[in-house]
């Protein structure tokens, strides 16, 4: 049975699947990796992804575990490639490490005339990598194609939790956009193989723009997510939830709309009495003929709304109240990333001529480089105790271990005193910084619950499973 890799990615990467390049920390490219089929695009390599870290043919990122590192290919590839192709340039010119006059020449135009950069870009060109990492929906919403805002981790996870997504879960979501949120409430929801009796976990999505809800249509397709996703072309302002007539049977909402409140009339359980102010008394699809209600009748609905301004959040709560809605709580989420580093006391590529411990020219660098990556080479090397790459900051952490682990202190810098047995890696004072730009637009969370309508047959079921004084 075919998984989504976004459910269950198995040990690797495979052909015709998608994965998450990571380029540098914040730069992640989704990528679906083709078969070498021996020629593409005129190229023995097959396809590559060109970067500034340099070509990855996709061969080289086929069949090995996720969260391998890739080396950049030594054999020129991508646009280079295909220039030489042009310019009639024979591959068998190529010297040792692939490369050819023209290579280098390129190499250099491509610097900008500036040395400094042109050694960073052939440094970056021989030695440069990458990791492959599988899809996951959030890295996914950090690389996906925008085609709207999109709703952040940090966001989804609490709403996530606050509706109380869970597998076997039936949510619906309204407007589908760009599908992060979608992404992230399918897995929530996935409950598997259930045993019967069990449900499934499914999500219910809406889109009323043509492309956007094409472009999902063929994203969730090609993620293997159709079966878990369905997803409806609907303006629900005016046309509702129901799909095909039948009800979803919701345990969950999310609406991710301008104007929220123009929808809730929808969410209700029975008929309700008072239409809302934008329908000009005409009647919905919905309204003409019997009531059908979207929501699952046996569990209360918890619903989550997602609004920029507190104006459409005073509206939408108003119509939640006269809708029967309680428990209504609004939140916002101020999310705040911690970056912990290392102040480098080893090698600064500034190339700002000596200024701040940086190599006065390209040759100093180099020296420099081959020096650390020596150091590097004799530690890694030497038997260790297997706990240099700890971070002991807790209260367990002897004042030894601690200091060791940070690298003789965390407060002054290390000193370049490379016979003492610090890792080259753990040298230099640590330095916490805020981040200044966080991924996640402000926007306001209305939470809200509406129960379960408890019948007759509900409370004979009550009485005769905890009989009263027995
Ligand atoms: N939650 C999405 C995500 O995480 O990628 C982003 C949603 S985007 C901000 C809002 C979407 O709602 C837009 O794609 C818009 O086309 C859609 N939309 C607006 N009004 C709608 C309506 N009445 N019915 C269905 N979709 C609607």
Redesign the pocket.
Known sequence: RNISPFLDPGPGTKANSLAILQLSRDNLQPVYLQPATGKHDGYAEGAVVNTRYGSFPHSTMLNVPWGSQIRASKVDTGSRGRKRKREGVDDACRDATGATEKDNEDSAALANDDSATAVKQAVADTSGFIHVLPPTPELWTTSLPH?????YTPD?SYILHRIRARPGSTLI??????????HASVRAVYNGYPAEGQRKGKVFS????EQ?YHKMKEELSDHGLDRLVQLSH?????GGFLVDGKSPEADAVFL???APW??LHHLSRRKPQTLPANSNGAATANQQTEWVSPLNPKKSTHLCT?SPCIEQVTRTVSAMRRLGWVDIDVVEIANRKLHTSRERVGLNLNFDRGVNNSPRDVEEALTRLAEIETRFREHAAKPGDGDEGMDLSDEDATPAAKNKAAGNGSQAPSTEDTSSGTAPWMEGRLITRGEPEIKTHTSYLVFAVLPMEWTEEDEAAAAAKYPIGK
């Open positions: 085609r709207t805002q999109v709703v989804y979501e309204a407007g589908a956009g760009s599908g992060s949120f979608t809406f889109e009323f723009h956007r609907r303006d629900v302002y005016n991710d709309l301008p123009e929808a997602f």
